[in-house]
């Protein structure tokens, strides 16, 4: 997970807030090497795995919500769209790897002592075999899952929204090339263009598709508003298909504000009142400034209000999943 500025992010326990917490429990990270429990700081993969080697690998991402994984369906779903994609015909059973969550959340929590909300990420690879690109060489899947505490927003951050540049180097992966549509191992453009932004003072990055058109953040999506009517790019300008987004889009509709998916051009950014960054750990984030450009960041904006209504469909979320908690 990729963090902005020091301070910006802080422990979570529901949403916004934040608790304070030990060096330990800041630090440990829990790991599960195909069904080895152990510290994420010890070696545990082959050095001819081919999600090391190649990238040749598929991951999601959850967090916790009052204990709960949130989303779990949705990110499945989405994690056997980017196996078939991959032609990784072999994936393990669902139930497995949520008992295999389960075994990883007892041991951060037992080594830690941690109690508030967590990150969990999965992720599955080809496997390993003899050196080559050919996927025929693979043996059979592995997975690593990691379990971490789960980084809100900070007060002072959420005041002042985050501040974002355009990517001026590099542009998104095309659809019709490696499509970010996949959740894969390879993450370089991403991390390139968050380099820019870094380099320029800012906590995330805009990326522009090969048409200049904007796409999404490095691990975001992104979305606007102007004059009332929420604005995000549509999945065909290349983009994931973020489970946060599709949530807040529905939300949006419930609390009749007009939704419109369409091609976004930097040279409207001057037109939107606000802007907002969307993902499964962050949420909702606000974005106060976009290079030079000044967007609304305020108790009563529409992006405050649609954190709120995600925040209530989490908890409404958690009291309808029990099955879902873990330790």
Same mark, same amino acid.
Not at 12 to 38: F, V, W
Not at 127 to 134: E, F, N, P, R, T
Not at 154 to 182: F, Q, Y
Not at 231 to 256: C, D, M, Q, W, Y
């Given at each position: 997970? =990729?963090?902005?500025?020091?301070?910006?992010?802080?422990?979570?326990?529901?949403?916004?807030?934040?608790?304070? /917490?030990?060096?330990?429990?800041?630090? $440990?990270?829990?790991? *599960?090497?195909?069904?080895?429990?152990?510290?994420?700081?010890?070696?545990?993969?082959?050095p001819?795995?081919?999600? &090391? %080697? $190649?990238?040749?690998?598929?991951?999601?991402?959850? +967090?916790?919500?009052?204990? =709960?994984?949130?989303?779990?369906?949705?990110?499945?779903?989405?994690?056997e769209?980017?196996?078939?994609?991959? &032609?990784?015909?072999?994936? &393990?059973?669902?139930? $497995?790897?949520?008992?295999?969550?389960? +075994?990883?959340?007892?041991a951060?929590?037992?080594?830690?002592?941690?109690t508030?909300?967590?990150?969990?990420?999965?992720?599955?690879?080809?496997?390993?075999?003899?050196?080559? %690109?050919?996927?025929?060489?693979?043996?059979?899947?592995? &997975?690593?899952?990691?379990?971490?505490?789960?980084?809100?927003?900070?007060?002072? #951050?959420?005041?002042?929204?985050?501040?974002?540049t355009?990517?001026?180097?590099? +542009?998104? *992966?095309?659809?019709?090339?490696?499509?970010?549509?996949?959740?894969?191992?390879?993450?370089?453009?991403?991390?390139?263009?968050?380099?820019?932004?870094?380099a320029?003072?800012?906590?995330?990055?805009v990326?522009?598709?090969?048409?200049?058109?904007? @796409?999404?953040?490095?691990?975001?999506?992104?979305?606007?508003?102007?004059?009332?009517?929420?604005?995000?790019?549509?999945?065909?300008?290349?983009?994931?298909?973020? /489970?946060?987004?599709?949530? @807040?889009l529905?939300?949006?509709? *419930?609390?009749?504000?007009?939704?419109?998916?369409? =091609?976004?051009?930097?040279?409207?950014?001057?037109?939107?009142?606000?802007?907002? /960054?969307?993902?499964?750990?962050?949420?909702? =984030?606000?974005?106060? %400034? /976009?290079?030079?450009?000044?967007?609304?960041?305020?108790?009563?904006?529409?992006?405050?209000?649609?954190?709120?209504?995600?925040?209530?469909?989490?908890?409404?979320?958690?009291?309808?999943?029990?099955?879902? #908690?873990?330790?």
């Amino acid at each position: 997970m =990729v963090l902005p500025n020091k301070g910006d992010f802080v422990l979570a326990t529901h949403g916004p807030k934040s608790e304070c /917490i030990s060096h330990m429990q800041k630090d $440990y990270i829990q790991a *599960n090497t195909n069904g080895r429990l152990h510290s994420a700081s010890e070696p545990s993969i082959s050095p001819l795995n081919r999600g &090391f %080697l $190649y990238g040749d690998a598929i991951y999601e991402v959850w +967090r916790t919500f009052d204990g =709960v994984v949130f989303a779990w369906d949705e990110h499945w779903q989405r994690l056997e769209k980017s196996a078939s994609a991959l &032609f990784m015909k072999e994936l &393990f059973s669902r139930d $497995y790897i949520f008992s295999e969550i389960t +075994r990883t959340c007892l041991a951060f929590r037992k080594a830690s002592a941690y109690t508030g909300e967590l990150y969990i990420r999965l992720q599955i690879s080809r496997g390993c075999g003899a050196i080559g %690109l050919d996927i025929a060489l693979a043996d059979k899947p592995e &997975f690593v899952i990691i379990v971490q505490p789960c980084f809100g927003l900070s007060d002072e #951050k959420r005041r002042t929204g985050l501040k974002l540049t355009v990517a001026k180097t590099l +542009r998104r *992966n095309p659809i019709s090339a490696l499509n970010p549509a996949w959740k894969t191992g390879n993450y370089l453009n991403n991390i390139l263009c968050l380099r820019e932004a870094r380099a320029a003072g800012s906590d995330e990055v805009v990326i522009l598709n090969e048409r200049g058109e904007i @796409t999404e953040a490095s691990v975001s999506n992104l979305a606007f508003v102007k004059d009332g009517v929420l604005i995000t790019p549509p999945l065909e300008v290349g983009i994931l298909a973020g /489970i946060t987004r599709s949530i @807040t889009l529905s939300l949006a509709v *419930n609390l009749g504000i007009p939704v419109l998916e369409r =091609v976004v051009k930097p040279e409207e950014l001057s037109a939107m009142q606000e802007c907002m /960054i969307l993902s499964t750990t962050r949420v909702i =984030v606000p974005v106060g %400034l /976009i290079d030079s450009i000044s967007f609304k960041v305020s108790p009563d904006s529409v992006t405050e209000k649609l954190n709120q209504a995600f925040e209530n469909y989490m908890q409404s979320s958690a009291r309808s999943h029990p099955e879902l #908690k873990v330790p």
